[in-house]
T-cell receptor
Framework: GQNIDQPTEMTATEGAIVQINCTYQ??????LFWYQQHAGEAPTFLSY??LDGLEEKGRFSSFLSRSKGYSYLLLKELQMKDSASYLC??????????????WGLGTSLAVNP | DAGVIQSPRHEVTEMGQEVTLRCKPI?????LFWYRQTMMRGLELLIY????????DSGMPEDRFSAKMPNASFSTLKIQPSEPRDSAVYFC??????????FGPGTRLTVT
């Protein structure tokens, strides 16, 4: 079956670096997404990885290893506004069905001063 | 661009009543998704459309749920009859070809 695992909660200090891990087991793979969701708001897109390696976008970077079924989201120079839930989602779970995302339950990150 | 628009933003109804949620996707997006989010189960895909055609409705909980997309700019998700366990936040999202999904603000549904 399909399964995506991420830690439930993490805590970090303002200005620090935090790494949020995601492991997945799916029947197909067409890319991995990271989304940010603040409390009471909708998820917003952060990054997309389809090839192995690191994708950097400002303070946020995302890494993918397809052979290991593993990804991480790296947040640098943490700010208080980064306190949110971070959702990992995998796309592409079968022929002709590559628009369907399977979502992890999210990692709630608390950034403390 | 106004983004994905959903209405209503909040809905409180009694068990047994019909509930209709509405969504206007971003113009030009070919894909439309309906999700349900709860603390226990996270974000669950209910159904998605491509060019107004339902592609995968395997996530629709049961026959009480139905979704339509009569044209490229409008979709509805209907629950009839509603039950307390349907209480959740319902998101609509749209996506252009081969790209990320853009979410609407969601409808918070409470069934008493």
């Amino acid at each position: 079956g399909q399964n995506i695992d991420q830690p439930t909660e993490m805590t970090a200090t303002e200005g620090a670096i935090v790494q949020i891990n995601c492991t997945y087991q799916t029947s197909g793979f067409n890319g991995l997404f990271w989304y940010q969701q603040h409390a009471g708001e909708a998820p917003t897109f952060l990054s997309y990885n389809v090839l192995d390696g690191l994708e950097e976008k400002g303070r946020f970077s995302s890494f993918l290893s397809r052979s290991k079924g593993y990804s991480y989201l790296l947040l640098k120079e943490l700010q208080m506004k980064d306190s949110a839930s971070y959702l990992c989602a995998v796309s592409g779970l079968g022929a002709g069905n590559n628009r369907k995302l399977i979502w992890g339950l999210g990692t709630s990150l608390a950034v403390n001063p | 661009d106004a983004g994905v628009i959903q209405s209503p933003r909040h809905e409180v109804t009694e068990m047994g009543q019909e509930v209709t949620l509405r969504c206007k996707p971003i113009s030009g997006h070919d894909y439309l998704f309906w999700y349900r989010q709860t603390m226990m189960r996270g974000l669950e895909l209910l159904i998605y459309f491509n060019n107004n055609v339902p592609i995968d409705d395997s996530g629709m909980p049961e026959d009480r749920f139905s979704a339509k997309m009569p044209n490229a700019s409008f979709s509805t998700l209907k629950i009839q009859p509603s039950e307390p366990r349907d209480s959740a936040v319902y998101f609509c999202a749209s996506s252009p070809h081969q790209a990320e999904q853009y979410f609407g603000p969601g409808t918070r549904l409470t069934v008493t």
